[in-house]
């Protein structure tokens, strides 16, 4: 089911999908984010339990004042070939959702069927494959290093914090940097 959602979110920035819309670049990224925060946004009616348990009030809101900075700073050193609003509007929707469908509800899925440190190892293996595509012509490259690296920190983040707070923000400072 995991893959099936982020196929039908995340899949759709990776595929052919946005190079065969009817139209410009910036235009088809910004439709495809826009579905992507609709999903997000169904998800959160349609399942509020996974909304309460991953996004639950906590102390370490005021982190996100982190990547806020940091899109002020974006357009001094942003060299993309999207649009900087397009790009920031992506990143924001599209990073808090794959953390979302990851450490917040498949990690909570996982939680309630096996201990809770084999859920984190379980959710940092399907992170970390969900990333392998993007380097599957060269599977030994050093950026691999780093997505392990990711997937651990941000699953054992979601498991001892009880949020995906930590997670989001590292990963969405990632894309802004």
Request: aromatic share 16%.
């Amino acid at each position: 089911m995991w893959f099936l959602a982020w196929a039908a979110t995340q899949g759709l920035f990776i595929s052919e999908i946005l190079t065969r819309l009817p139209w410009e670049i910036n235009s088809s990224y910004t439709v495809v984010t826009i579905w992507v925060l609709i999903v997000t946004v169904t998800c959160f009616i349609l399942m509020p339990s996974f909304r309460k348990e991953s996004l639950p009030k906590s102390r370490l809101l005021w982190l996100y004042s982190i990547p806020v900075a940091l899109l002020f700073l974006l357009p001094q050193h942003y060299r993309l070939t999207l649009n900087l609003w397009v790009y920031m509007f992506m990143i924001l929707v599209t990073v808090f959702w794959q953390d979302y469908l990851t450490f917040g509800v498949l990690q909570s899925v996982l939680s309630k069927r096996v201990s809770s440190n084999k859920a984190a190892t379980l959710t940092a293996v399907v992170f970390i494959l969900g990333h392998i595509i993007f380097v599957l012509n060269n599977v030994f490259d050093p950026q691999m290093l780093l997505v392990v690296i990711a997937g651990l920190v941000f699953a054992f983040s979601r498991r001892y914090s009880g949020s995906i707070y930590i997670a989001n923000i590292i990963h969405t400072i990632f894309y802004l940097m």
